[in-house]
């Protein structure tokens, strides 16, 4: 059972446009843990959020945690083909992590 | 950032054979590491959580007697996949957890290995 929900599951774009992966749960976070993989790698971590309405940018990528800490979204802009890739939510409790089902984001040339 | 490395990075093997996988901590202590395993196109699912110098836990469904864990040492947790089938071909990858702080809340961190293709004839 998936405890932590994204959306969308798939994701096709040109390169420049802008888009919004979302991460959700019915329940708490403590803090949440965003990730990408790419094909044949383990994940990498890109950033951890750890308060409520707290808002992370990274390059081009910006994180949210939503108010209550029952959501997050990862945001891009201009995206590049070296965006390609998945994308995980990630939430922790007794030391595992749990994670969404991913976002497979692909931006075309 | 914190380094895990894992060995072999792929491995072909036949039905019927013990393969080993191991993760290593490179540059930090992890008395705590994960195994997860990984589908084409699926996310991560955590198979065990390896504990240093105590029996593995696994996850509900994962087969303790099939997926032999050890973890001998702080930087290093082997995953021994015993008579291996073509069902058991998948992507393995292992994360070494770090306890950290950030702004006076505890954080829980993974770092992840680059994963183990295994694929069972």
């Known amino acids: 059972t998936q405890l932590l929900e994204q959306s969308p599951q798939f994701l096709s774009i040109q390169e420049g446009e802008n888009l919004t992966v979302y991460c959700n749960s019915s329940?708490?976070?403590?803090?949440l843990q965003w990730y990408r993989q790419e094909p044949g790698e383990g994940p990498v971590l890109l950033v951890t959020?750890?308060?409520?309405?707290e808002v992370k940018k990274l390059k081009r990528l910006t994180f949210q945690f939503g108010d209550a800490r029952k959501d997050s979204s990862l945001h891009i802009t201009a995206a590049q083909p070296g965006d390609t890739g998945l994308y995980l939510c990630?939430?922790?409790?007794?030391?595992?992590?749990?994670f969404g089902q991913g976002t497979r984001l692909t931006i075309n040339p | 950032g914190a380094v895990v490395s894992q060995h072999p990075s792929w491995v072909i093997c036949k039905s019927g054979t013990s393969v080993k996988i191991e993760c290593r901590s490179l540059?930090?202590?992890?008395?705590?590491m994960f195994w997860y395993r990984q589908f084409p196109k699926q996310s991560l699912m955590l198979m065990a959580t390896?504990?240093?110098?105590?029996?593995?836990?696994?996850e509900q469904g994962v087969e303790k007697d099939k997926f032999l864990i050890n973890h001998a040492s702080l930087t290093l947790s082997t995953l021994t996949v015993t008579s291996a089938h073509p069902e058991d071909s998948s992507f393995y990858i292992c994360?070494?957890?770090?306890?950290?702080?950030?702004?006076?809340?505890?954080?829980?961190?993974?770092?992840f290995g680059p994963g183990t293709r295994l694929t069972v004839l």
């Open positions: 959020v750890v308060t409520g309405g």
């Open positions: 540059d930090f202590q992890a008395t705590t």
């Open positions: 990630a939430k922790e409790g007794a030391q595992k992590l749990v």
């Open positions: 329940s708490v976070f403590s803090s």
């Open positions: 994360s070494a957890h770090y306890r950290g702080e950030m702004r006076g809340i505890g954080t829980d961190t993974q770092y």
């Open positions: 390896s504990n240093e110098g105590s029996k593995a836990t696994y």
